[in-house]
């Protein structure tokens, strides 16, 4: 179970995962690899939302673009981050009505509120 070290990561290279939408909630930067987009497509099971626009970050498509764009996200870490903070917000606000550590709080209010009436 890869969740409990995301906390102590300072990025993550996905696919097709779903890791990076729980990943978005770090606001940390993302590097997406799919290689093999168009055969994903075609043979396995759809894609629940057209994947450009629920990915923001930089894509490789192969290896030397993941060698290129690891290369570039170590070198300059700090505007990495920047570059992309609009667009991991935008998908971030999409997908969390919530982006706290309230979810607890909100979910026992919600049961209290249930069994009172």
Known sequence: DPYPILRHTDALISDYSS????YLLLDRPLVFYP?????????????YDDY???????????????????S??????EEHVV??????????????AHVDDRASARLFDAL?????A
């Open 19 to 22: 890791i990076f939408f729980d």
């Open 35 to 47: 290689y093999d987009l168009d055969e994903y497509r075609r043979f396995s099971r759809a894609l």
């Open 52 to 70: 450009e626009r629920v990915t923001p970050g930089p894509k490789a498509y192969d290896t030397a673009g993941l060698e290129r764009q690891l």
């Open 72 to 77: 570039e996200l170590l070198a300059s870490y």
């Open 83 to 96: 570059a992309h903070a609009a667009d991991r917000a935008a998908v971030r606000n999409r997908f969390y």
């Open 112 to 116: 209290r509120e249930r069994t009172a």
